[in-house]
């Protein structure tokens, strides 16, 4: 029995807001960290929504909590979890769809 090779598509997500940041595993934490003390400090937002998917799910959380370890008046307002479709493609070109973990996480300043 021979494995045909699959093609992994990337996980669909619509446009982000300009309160939103997808963390990936691809930069390095300091990225994020400074995106979001530019959203709390220099633009004035007051929530700030963290997502990541699949690997990043555990970067998401730690990044979460420096946040809030790090800057005052930084509180959770919610944490969600979600199971995202996949589709991948085989080589005979026919589908398959695989599950991945997510996690959504809504970051408040008072």
Same mark, same amino acid.
């Given at each position: ?28 934490? +300091?990225?994020?960290?400074?995106? !979001?003390? &530019?959203?709390?400090? =220099?633009?004035?937002?007051?929530? /700030? ?11 998401? +959380?730690?990044?979460?909590?420096? !946040?809030? &370890?790090?800057?005052? =008046?930084?509180?959770?307002?919610? /944490? ?31």
């Amino acid at each position: 029995m021979e494995e045909s090779s699959v093609k992994k598509t990337p996980a669909f997500h619509p446009p982000l807001k300009m309160n939103e940041i997808l963390v990936s595993r691809k930069k390095p934490r +300091v990225v994020y960290l400074k995106r !979001v003390h &530019e959203l709390f400090f =220099g633009l004035g937002q007051k929530e /700030v929504i963290l997502q990541g998917i699949g690997a990043a799910v555990q970067m998401t +959380v730690d990044l979460a909590l420096s !946040v809030q &370890e790090s800057y005052a =008046g930084i509180t959770f307002e919610t /944490v969600n979890t979600f199971t995202m479709p996949l589709r991948d493609i085989k080589e005979d070109g026919s589908d398959q769809v695989r599950f991945n973990s997510g996690i959504c996480i809504k970051l408040l300043k008072d």
